[in-house]
């Protein structure tokens, strides 16, 4: 395994970056935050249309560019740092992800072109739980009506669905499959008739999430899009893989917490000194840059191990790794917007100043798709099978 | 054991008595149009209901129980210590809600108490005394972070003898609400550090004053910025001579000694109780990881509860070691708690609520990021425990030039 | 409840504090470790006799002193703080407080007027659960033979097993009390026929640890010692006061390490300036302090509830006060240590200095009556009951 | 999962044919009388079977499999970065001892190539890659601490050329057993810091060394104190002119560039395989709390694996971040593998055991306590990474005036 990043990686970390320090500033995440549907629409445009970054991962017999998961991940990580307002993580992370993962074929055929090419939105419910899509514990029950489907129940949490196109919603079949219950996902318009979607008012003003609710949503059979085979071990793949995403995305916004502090530090004086000049201050940004590069090198060890793992390998070792740096990179979040707070002082905790906005996002990604806790409980179980 | 058990203690004493007492009053009173300030206007919830809250000050005041640890020649009750504790512990225990009085009470009129001239004596302890005038405290200056002899603002003597103030204090709490100001301010043209400081009461609601809210992460804004722009204090109400500021305000900062802290330490209790109360309802009681950390909680309880009895217990004129780290221990225990509680909610904890458990730990989880800040941020108080608790040697400041044995 | 020490309490803390710096400073410590029998007879002749330690907490009417638990937990702070190697812990703190807590009143008058007066050194084995000797896990059975009882099995980890007059071993009978098997509590002799006692070579070798075999030793109906009907409260409140004496020791082995590394970095200069001039040392320090205390004040207080709480209340409450103190004093002390070698630098981690005699102390003392961990979950389990 | 699996990786390469290589190799030649020295002579066990773990070397010499990353033409086997990693791991899985000969192999060995004369290279590489001549360093001082530059041992050069040595140095690992030492002394009376040093060979059998085992905290004495009394090195084994010991000293720590680390990591595993295995038996597994910490260490084996490669990935001619964290993340970690060992032993733990699981985990217990010191105490490490990494303000010396913008 060789973690060099190539020049195509580099070129791609570097456009990003530039372009997300243009225009996902602090002014421009206040003013995304405060608008209707939470993002700025001319600035998507650009990601999605221009600059083609949803292409990044989508293969290329889709219309992607195949980049794999090393180039998403150095994308996410920027946007992580800018706290970009967009509905990317739903629609690539997610969806996309999913769909290339475990989707039926004429699925990705149908979505994924669209996706890559900007045209189109997806999302997929976000849960608590460690144990992924397939735990059936999804709320929502499918049954069959005809040759096509009902959907009744509710999604407490759907990022972006009020903007989203289509949403991808697994739902509960009334069959089993060995010992569980069998498990469908079905692609289900946001104007269906029978779909409500509420929006919920979260302290993390970045992201918007979304109550959804489905009373007797009909849905042609083609609408169901899980693959036949593959769904399963697909959606631990793809479960792994938005862990990765999201642990990358984590990492650039801890690496913005060192570096407000840094700066903030350098600057600002007390008893005649700069604050970055008192030993205790210089520890604790650096103990706060040794969880930061340990967390580097876990979310790009476990992407280049997702770059070098293929569809037909059992996902249990992927799925450790991911499992690996989304716990590190939870509890890193937090600890390094919490070390910022501190250290900015009296301003630290101040609407005005950018560590609250950093701090609010960490907290609530932070259980995404299983806390800390569960994600090490995994391991271990793993490590004493 | 049941949640309001957290922190009941065995009762044998005849002060059972004194507490039911309080006990009796509290039911009898925080009741009718009052109810609704149960368990409010903490720390995170300063805003909460001012305007009913001043007049729970005044019922408190026709009850005799303001300022009940002030000798009786002041107009307080002059309780002992012990007395005092329960008072403390039965009121919070009641739900009773954040005190408005809480700095004219604990803060500026024990100062005057102790630094102020008969006339300030007259004029101003019976009106904190009966629950009318409230007061705001004006140390931290923007720029100026823990550093609190780095003042800037000055004052200068008009020839009428009154002293015009000119500058800018920063995390001030409740002046919206407050009648008057205490202001540290540079009297001394060309004076540095603790030298050359006059301590000033002001009126706040005068021209020369502005009061600017500071938004906090929460959302809130209990703090404020006070523009100080030709406001004017009356020679008459200078604390102490001219340069006699810092003696002032350090003496004013010491007269907290640990009595308020056992109604702090009930405020926390209910906070754990909540968080305690959820986590059963939503399962995460069954969660080891959490378990330990509710354990972890409940030991620091414990600790503070006989922390603050130690201080009480202690020599009364020096600062001992429990005293020391007191501060550092509760805040850093309580922004845990807050973490804890948001963890307890899960996905709940992210989305705003109205619901009563929910909304006060979400409070209680971005308030506290203030704890560990305001009153000296835990590096001036690690810095003060190692220096004045250890001996250990001070931090040189930028201006001098370093010194490696410069013992306090 | 009153924290104040009395005038008797201070006297007591000061005259301990002064006897153990002469006669168990690190030479005398280091000579004890060496010796035969892990202790000094003449200073214990001296403690026991003269000073009379051993009578602090044995109730007036046996012969003791009756000054109860804040004393004796004072003087085990200084005992803990100077490393004191004695008999005193399995003498006083285990057997003296069991069988004043859960004995029959023979055994009682029996035993506690010598333990007082200096001339009985018993012991009883120490276990690693958190829940107290009641627990059914003895692996001793106690069988009836003619009146009297046989006992066999084997205690893993007695102190002072091999110097001590008399053990108290608590057996498993082969009855049924309730739900649970009856457990009785029996004294045993040093020299009793079928008793074999051997030696263990621990770390810390400031106390000494021996593996205890019985093999059909028969005792008198009178060597079973427990109180017929205040046995399981009794045990319960025991348990609960020998984790605050341990509690107390650990707090003065936590200041000791506290206090060696002040010391150490006013006069230790590097890159030109006293360690202890450096911020990070002093803010390391001052985190220690702040452990201690807070250490301090819990074993000051679950002291003060012992002390106020009696014989006939139901020791759940006890428990948990006692639980939080040890709890806590495990993890302070190792705490403390660890920091003590780190900041002490390269002579930190050498058989010359001391932090390693309290290092080791630390970890064999954290886990004697249950781990932290476990006392934690005892905690919880009560908070959510 | 099974334990030999917590550090497998998928292998894929055309590589395997030489990581077979190797394996096989070890296979073969780690048996016999060998055999007793598997996992043996690691951190902690310094001192096991020293002649054995010799003859040991000259196995790997006439294998080739000494100085594997050396150019062909100073005699080593020029291996490329990717199948140096792959040695380093194929060489601990197998339980390959603790390298006796890997100061001459990873420290003087490199220096002598990048600044020694070719006469020194003729003289002392060839014994190094045979395995024939072992290495000691002289660097550390008492009373100096962590402060590499504060050297107080003299050199002066006598009338026939010779150096002579005046001094003492400390944490001299395997002094006993080795034949040379490299020695940093000030060859110019009253120079200060890093100015003024030269950097000497000397044998170390001579009248005029002394050595003194230290004894460790553990019991063993991995450590000496080696005393320099009138020792003699030859004019032409000074490494450098008279006045270039530091950039000597600096350039040969810096040879340290990570790929022997991927060894150390294989021995990490096998440790942490260890505890598993011993959880298992003892029940312990079972426990929530120890599970978890089972966990953090498995991620921190991974985040060390992934970390190493990344600084083989970067730039060969800087320090990059992940290099500058990596000695403060292992030494950590380690140290708190140690703890989490013990905690799994529980009271089986506290005795001196001769069942080899409990006893190396033991000795990791206690021999990890040095890891967080030698070679850059934490401290000194995290300066490291603020100044270097971060670039903020250096630490003021005591001895020059206190400066606040002194960036590195």
């Not at chain 1, 089993?176 to 302290?203: C, K, Y």
């Not at chain 1, 932070?366 to 806390?371: I, K, Y």
């Not at chain 2, 210590?81 to 954040?98: D, K, L, M, S, W």
Request: aromatic content about 8%.
């Amino acid at each position: 395994m060789d973690l060099t990043l190539t020049d195509d990686q580099l070129m791609i970390r570097e456009a990003a970056q530039s372009f997300l320090a243009d225009t996902s500033d602090s002014a421009a995440v206040r003013s995304a935050m405060a608008s209707s549907t939470g993002f700025d629409a001319a600035v998507w445009q650009r990601i999605a249309g221009e600059l083609g970054w949803c292409a990044t991962a989508v293969p290329e017999q889709y219309g992607g560019l195949g980049l794999g998961p090393v180039a998403l991940a150095l994308l996410l990580e920027q946007m992580g740092r800018h706290l970009l307002c967009a509905p990317f993580f739903s629609t690539v992370c997610l969806a996309a992800n999913w769909l290339a993962e475990g989707g039926c074929d004429a699925s990705r055929q149908r979505f994924l072109p669209e996706i890559a090419e900007g045209k189109l939105r997806l999302t997929m419910p976000v849960n608590e739980s460690a144990n992924d899509w397939i735990d059936g514990k999804q709320v929502l029950r499918a049954r069959r009506e005809g040759a096509g489907w009902r959907l009744d129940g509710i999604c407490a949490r759907v990022p972006d669905a009020g903007t989203a196109d289509w949403l991808l919603l697994p739902a509960r079949l009334d069959e089993r499959s060995g010992q569980h219950w069998a498990t469908g996902m079905f692609a289900v318009p946001r104007n269906a008739s029978g779909l409500n979607i509420d929006a919920l008012e979260t302290w993390d003003a970045t992201r918007r999430f979304f109550r959804v609710e489905l009373n007797g949503v009909t849905l042609m059979p083609q609408q169901r899009v899980d693959h036949a085979h593959r769904g399963i071990d697909g959606a631990m793949r793809s479960a792994a893989l938005a862990r990765l995403y999201l642990a990358a995305e984590q990492l650039g916004g801890a690496q913005a917490c060192l570096d407000l502090t840094v700066a903030h530090t350098a600057t600002r004086k007390q008893f005649g000194r700069t604050l970055a000049s008192f030993q205790a201050v210089k520890h604790r940004c650096a103990e706060m840059m040794v969880r930061i590069e340990a967390l580097r090198s876990a979310v790009y060890g476990a992407a280049a191990y997702a770059a070098d793992s293929v569809h037909g390998e059992p996902p249990e070792a992927l799925a450790l790794e991911c499992a690996m740096a989304s716990a590190l990179a939870a509890d890193t979040y937090f600890y390094c917007a919490q070390e910022a707070i501190q250290l900015h002082g009296g301003v630290g905790f101040t609407w005005e100043y950018d560590p609250q906005l950093y701090f609010k996002r960490a907290q609530a990604s932070s259980h995404w798709f299983g806390t800390a806790d569960a994600l090490r409980e995994r391991i271990a179980a793993a490590v004493f099978a | 054991m049941n949640d309001a058990a957290i922190m009941d203690v065995p009762q044998r004493s005849a002060e059972d008595r004194f507490r039911a007492e309080i006990a009796d009053w509290m039911r009898a009173h925080l009741s009718g149009r009052f109810a609704e300030l149960r368990h409010r206007g903490g720390p995170g919830d300063e805003e909460a209901f001012p305007e009913l809250r001043k007049e729970w000050e005044r019922e408190l005041a026709a009850g005799g129980w303001t300022c009940v640890g002030w000798p009786r020649e002041h107009g307080g009750r002059g309780l002992s210590i012990t007395q005092q504790v329960i008072f403390h512990e039965e009121y919070a225990r009641a739900g009773g809600p954040g005190r408005m009085g809480h700095i004219g009470e604990g803060l500026i009129g024990p100062a005057l108490i102790r630094f102020g001239s008969a006339a300030q004596q007259k004029r101003f302890l019976p009106e904190i005394v009966a629950g009318a005038e409230f007061w705001a405290q004006g140390y931290s200056e923007p720029n100026a972070g823990s550093d609190l002899a780095n003042v800037q603002t000055r004052c200068t003597q008009q020839p009428d003898g009154r002293w015009q103030v000119q500058g800018q204090k920063i995390w001030t709490s409740l002046a919206q609400e407050s009648d008057w100001i205490f202001v540290l301010a540079r009297s001394e043209p060309g004076s540095k550090g603790n030298k050359g400081l006059s301590f000033l009461l002001l009126p706040l609601r005068q021209p020369g004053i502005s009061i600017w809210p500071i938004r906090q992460l929460g959302g809130g804004a209990e703090f404020n910025e006070v523009f100080f722009d030709g406001a004017l204090a009356d020679n008459e109400h200078m604390v102490g001579a001219p340069g006699e500021g810092w003696k002032v305000a350090m003496g004013l900062l010491e007269a907290e000694r640990g009595v308020s802290t056992l109604g702090q330490q009930m405020h926390f209790s209910h906070e754990l109780e909540r968080i305690v109360r959820v986590a059963k309802q939503n399962g995460r009681e069954r969660d080891a990881q959490i378990r330990q950390r509710i354990a972890h909680a409940w030991i620091g309880l414990r600790v503070m509860r006989y922390n603050a009895l130690r201080m009480l217990a202690g020599d009364a004129t020096s600062l001992g070691r429990e005293a020391l780290i007191y501060k550092y221990y509760w805040s850093n225990w309580h922004r845990d708690l807050g973490k804890l509680a948001m963890d307890v909610l899960g996905a709940e904890g992210d989305v705003r609520s109205d619901e009563p458990d929910i909304r006060a730990l979400q409070q209680l989880f971005f308030f506290s990021r203030a704890d560990t800040i305001y009153a000296g941020t835990n590096e001036i108080q690690l810095n003060l425990i190692a220096e004045r608790g250890l001996g250990m040697p001070r931090e040189p400041r930028g201006d001098s030039p370093m010194t490696t044995n410069n013992k306090p």
